[in-house]
């Protein structure tokens, strides 16, 4: 029996219970590829491991843990300091992964695939540049060699066209959304709900006040806690007896358990304060956010900010998006898609099917297969 083709995953960052998207990549591949995927594990970023074959988790010694600390507190900036994390994680993955043999490899982001590049420098093996997360003031930007990837995957062009500005690898357009599975609504829905961490930049003092402005209104607050969660959510404690801010930390190990979920509710918050953000900060001007994907294939319409990344509902009329992000902003976007639930449900279910993952990994998969596409 012929062996599989050998294709390794970087990704070297904390929270791969909580990226789907190298998740369903995995899933994908597995069936074709002996997949491997080397990761960092933190538990003060992500508790949660995904234990399936071929994923291996490392954690960063002591002693360079140590030096990127020592040489972080002479910066104040925080997006200086981290950059010496980012650089000791990647020194790091180049020391053990230097004797690793594979035929295909995908660096995650610019950290991930510097260090495809440096470990695989002068090997045959192709490589491939997994795009996630636009960083604008990144170590390792400046440092990829564009030459050397044959392929790049990422969410739009405008993304692609500012990462690479200049020369562009092979590009497939592939969005953080689950594999569509057709579906029956469920006839009674309620609620409004919100998948994501529960910070200022993604709105949650808008949604805080939404409810506090109007109180025909709950709302179910998913996805990951922390301490500055857990803060920003203690005043609240009234909301919370009175069951209407309703707070759900559970963590589904199957998508498709999380879609069904999420169909109980009416509609999806996906929003944006960008007085908490760089006025340019292209990276969330611009992301697709997996929120919305989710929404769509569980069938509930969405109120999101009116920015470039937030497209496909405007495309599929699948919610409304608003310039203005004010609690009564929202509550008037919500009374609109009252007026056209239904279609705008069933709209969801049309964008959900259009962004299934499979349709758009299966030409990455044949690319992979070919290997005569190989990088100059």
Not at 69 to 78: G, H, I, M, V
Not at 228 to 235: D, F, H, W, Y
Request: aromatic share 14%.
């Amino acid at each position: 029996m012929r062996s599989k083709r050998k294709l390794l995953i970087i990704y070297p960052y904390a929270w791969l219970a909580y990226s789907p998207t190298l998740l369903r990549l995995y899933e994908a591949l597995t069936p074709t590829f002996d997949v491997a995927i080397v990761t960092y594990y933190d538990e003060a970023f992500c508790k949660t491991k995904i234990e399936r074959p071929g994923i291996r988790y490392f954690r960063l010694p002591k002693y360079l843990s140590t030096f990127a600390e020592k040489l972080a507190k002479r910066y104040p900036e925080r997006e200086r300091r981290w950059h010496f994390f980012h650089i000791a994680r990647a020194i790091f993955f180049w020391l053990i992964l230097r004797g690793y043999r594979a035929d295909e490899v995908i660096g995650t982001d610019n950290s991930g695939a510097w260090i495809a590049q440096e470990v695989f420098r002068w090997r045959k093996t192709r490589l491939h540049f997994l795009s996630l997360e636009l960083y604008e003031c990144d170590f390792f930007a400046t440092r990829i060699k564009v030459d050397r990837f044959a392929s790049v995957l990422i969410q739009t062009p405008d993304r692609l066209e500012w990462l690479f500005p200049k020369r562009k690898p092979r590009v497939f357009y592939i969005q953080n959304a689950p594999v569509f599975q057709k579906k029956t609504l469920p006839q009674k829905r309620c609620g409004l709900v919100y998948c994501g961490t529960a910070l200022p930049r993604f709105g949650i003092f808008t949604m805080l006040e939404l409810l506090r402005a109007f109180p025909q209104f709950t709302l179910t607050l998913q996805g990951l806690s922390n301490d500055q969660t857990e803060g920003i959510l203690r005043p609240h404690r009234d909301l919370i007896d009175q069951g209407r801010l309703i707070i759900h930390n559970h963590y589904f190990a199957a998508e498709a358990d999380l879609l069904e979920w999420m169909g109980q509710f009416r509609i999806g918050l996906c929003l944006y304060d960008f007085d908490s953000l760089p006025a340019d900060h292209f990276n969330y001007h611009t992301v697709p956010s997996g929120k919305i994907f989710n929404y769509l294939a569980a069938g509930v319409p969405i109120v999101g900010n009116d920015m470039p990344g937030l497209n496909p509902v405007k495309k599929f009329d699948a919610g409304v998006l608003i310039g203005d992000h004010s609690p009564a902003a929202v509550a008037a976007a919500i009374e609109k898609i009252e007026e056209n639930f239904a279609l705008m449900s069933e709209n969801c279910l049309r964008a959900a099917e259009h962004y299934s993952f499979d349709k758009a990994v299966e030409p990455f998969s044949r690319f992979l297969l070919d290997k005569g596409n190989g990088a100059s």
